[in-house]
């Protein structure tokens, strides 16, 4: 039996460390890394908790991020509750064995420290590396702090583990600014910690000699779509599962989540979308323009963003008279690939506001409260005109001249 | 002369293993492609044979594969040594053995790749390559004489 | 919000210090906010940590800030790091430096003019008579305790402790008369 934890109602904690908590809390049975920074502190610390004999667990060190997620598919599909941590380029190490997992519909969690991919080599906060989670088939859910990181990794095994989704989850913090800034986290009793989560059940395990069953079957052109297909309802059909477990889990903790978080959006004529630690700082610009300049300001977040809630953040946005969209990835010849894809569910209604994008951030270049506020009034001069000024895609925080693409044939 | 269910379950190759026809929807497949390879409780298969195993259809035993033949490997017991060199080889388990001694071949799920007959040591060979559409009998009756070893 | 920027150099606890503070601050009921701005930082080289302390939840995720405390625990860095950079007319300094208050700020012209903001306390010196290595981080909380006026100092070394619980007692105890000895030697 672990040894008992002793928590106190209020710590300080850091993103890394508030994920390793929850872990803990969840009686993982298997966690298979290979640490990478800046998620290396959720693995170390997990890796402290064995030693000192706080979980009942295995470790597994593997020698790569492509074994680390090659071992949680064989863990997971031996019926164990299965966890991991990685970023960035061990992210993409593992890029392959994402879509074995989802595939085979194994319900691993995985607390993923953005960080942006080289070259040039950068151990810092982007989003390029949960990019390329997108199509993976895994859920992704998105943190804001170092509370959320804690709370939606708890979150993360309750909704992956439902029978009628049973797929994998990704729980994403931003590299340093949630995984090492120490922050107000209250966390809960491991009692109650561990109700929530609730014993895993497993489906189709191989270890279950009642009932052997074949892993990994090759399916040519006359079987493979229909299994996508199958795959792709139960992620999109896993929307009121999380719906529900963020109720449970606000009945539990007093916390309120939602797959699409709108602060100041009642009444705004101005909003920034935006993901991860960006929200909150955007936030609070946005409060103090509309107290110093009566700007009416707001703020769209996606917590959940995969499956991609197209209904709500159309819903959220349709009022609104102008948007920027941030991207915090290299776009590599596109548009931000999250300006496209709200731009796409507002497509969807009759609402057409001047939407712009921004690509900022990269390799964890700060975003000031002050850069939130002049996006923002930016978006109120767009408003004002009636017609996009700028060019459509502009860069935030860039040293050298004016950069962007793409003129509005609106105006 | 070989039996052509020789040691088999009702449902050995009861199923055409054919494309494209009265295939399950996307709603009928299974979750993450996993497939269950026994009917029922299958508690102790380990320890039970072939034929007494309850495959289940998404398990190929059910399917069959013998019209993709057009040569068939024909087993002469009176030769064999029972090397079990043809068990081993074959790519389809096709090759009926039991305690070590060789029985025949599964019609079933047999190719007629030839394998068998390539890796089988004895002179004449124990197992040879005849048209699907010859009978045993005259495969038997056709059977070679020992080769002698040609002098250096 | 009070917003609060280390100078310091890997290696002498600076990041240590922030979370530290903020682990004591969050005591008394506040939110906080402790980072620094490091990655493949070697022992030596300059680093920044930051604070921030506030009633409610502190929402600002950025790097940027005007400090309302510079704790600067490296004396060559007071010199050669831009210790002033986005500095408010209130921002209070605390220096850890061998010199006097008059000696420092005539070496440093970017604190000319902030004399009565300025304050030094030889934080290496104590660490060294305390803890018996250079350690100037908790000897700068104790100096901080003092010149902010946040909190008691008694209050202030029990939740220090408690911070420190997974150290031996000799460390504990040599930190605690660190803290003290900064506390009542800062001016």
Redesign the interface.
């Known amino acids: 039996m672990a040894v008992k934890f002793d928590l106190n109602e209020r710590e300080v904690w850091d993103g890394a460390y508030a994920a390793s908590q929850a872990l803990r809390q969840a009686q993982v049975d298997v966690l298979a890394a290979y640490p990478i920074t800046p998620s290396t502190p959720i693995v170390e610390n997990y890796g402290s908790y064995e030693a000192n004999g706080y979980i009942d667990g295995e470790v597994i060190m593997v020698e790569s991020e492509h074994a680390a997620m090659s071992a949680c598919v064989g863990a997971s599909g031996s019926g164990g509750r299965v966890a991991t941590a990685t970023s960035s380029q061990g992210f993409a190490l593992m890029a392959e064995v994402l879509y074995q997992a989802s595939g085979m519909r194994l319900p691993i969690v995985m607390t993923v420290v953005n960080r942006a991919l080289a070259s040039p080599l950068n151990v810092r906060g982007d989003h390029s590396d949960m990019y390329l989670g997108r199509d993976s088939g895994w859920i992704q859910l998105g943190a804001f702090n170092a509370e959320e990181a804690y709370d939606l990794t708890l979150c993360a095994f309750k909704i992956g583990e439902d029978h009628s989704v049973r797929l994998p989850v990704m729980v994403h913090q931003d590299g340093f600014t949630t995984s090492h800034t120490a922050q107000n986290v209250y966390p809960i009793t491991d009692e109650k910690a561990y109700k929530f989560v609730g014993d895993f059940k497993p489906v189709d395990d191989m270890l279950d000699f009642s009932r052997p069953v074949t892993y990994g079957a090759q399916t040519e052109e006359d079987w493979h779509f229909e299994h996508k297909a199958r795959q792709h309802k139960a992620i999109m059909d896993s929307r009121p599962v999380i719906d529900a477990t963020f109720e449970e889990f606000e009945k539990l903790s007093g916390r309120k989540y939602k797959r699409v978080e709108t602060y100041h959006m009642d009444d705004a004529e101005v909003a920034i979308v935006a993901l991860g630690t960006t929200v909150e700082t955007a936030l609070v610009a946005a409060r103090e323009l509309r107290e110093e300049e009566g700007i009416k300001a707001g703020v769209v977040a996606i917590r959940v963003f995969r499956p991609f809630p197209l209904d709500q953040v159309r819903l959220a946005l349709k009022d609104v008279k102008a948007v920027s969209v941030l991207d915090r990835s290299a776009p590599g010849g596109a548009m931000g690939a999250f300006f496209n894809e709200v731009s796409a569910a507002l497509y969807t209604t009759n609402a057409r506001p001047l939407v712009t994008n921004y690509i900022y951030g990269l390799g964890g270049r700060d975003f000031s409260i002050a850069e939130a506020k002049r996006i923002f009034k930016e978006q109120k001069a767009h408003a004002d005109i009636g017609h996009i000024t700028t060019d459509i895609q502009k860069f935030s925080g860039l040293r050298g001249p004016e950069f962007g693409y793409f003129q509005t044939l609106r105006g | 002369m070989q039996d052509l269910k020789l040691l088999a379950q009702d449902n050995r190759g009861l199923y055409q293993l054919e ?2 026809e009265d ?7 299974t ?8 009917e029922g ?3 102790g ?2 320890n039970m044979k072939q034929e007494e195993r309850n495959y289940s259809h ?1 398990n190929s035993y059910t399917a069959t594969v013998a019209s993709w033949r057009v040569l068939k490997p024909v087993y002469n017991r009176d030769i064999c040594i029972d090397c079990q060199n043809c068990w081993v080889w074959c790519p389809d388990t096709s090759i009926i053995s039991r305690d070590k001694q060789m029985l025949g071949i599964d019609y079933d799920h047999c190719k007629g790749c030839g394998v068998c007959v390539e890796v089988c040591p004895t002179n004449p060979k124990s197992l040879l390559m005849f048209g699907e559409h010859s009978s045993f009998e005259d495969a038997l009756s056709q059977w070679p004489e020992k080769k002698k070893k040609e002098k250096k | 919000m009070v917003e609060i920027r280390w100078h310091s150099r890997a290696g002498q606890g600076a990041v240590s210090g922030a979370k530290g503070l903020g682990d004591v601050v969050a005591t008394t009921g506040k939110e906080v906010q402790a980072f620094a701005l490091y990655g493949s930082a070697k022992r030596g080289a300059a680093l920044r940590a930051y604070n921030r302390i506030d009633d409610e939840r502190i929402l600002n995720h950025a790097k940027f800030m005007y400090p309302d405390f510079v704790l600067v625990i490296d004396p060559a860095l007071a010199m050669s790091d831009n210790i002033t950079m986005n500095d408010k007319e209130s921002t209070k300094y605390i220096v850890t430096t061998h010199l006097s208050k008059e000696e420092l700020i005539n070496n440093i012209p970017a604190l000319q003019g902030k004399e009565d903001r300025v304050y030094v306390a030889d934080c290496i010196q104590i660490s060294l008579d305390t803890i018996g290595r250079s350690m100037p981080n908790a000897p700068m909380l104790g100096a901080f305790v003092k010149i902010s006026g946040m909190f008691e100092l008694d209050y202030f070394l029990e939740n220090m402790k408690r911070v420190l619980q997974k150290f031996p007692q000799k460390i504990i105890d040599a930190n605690m008369e660190a803290i003290t000895r900064a506390y009542n030697e800062v001016n």
């Open positions: 494309a494209g295939l399950l929807g996307w709603h009928e497949v979750q993450g492609s996993i497939l269950p390879s026994f409780d299958a508690t298969i380990a998404y």
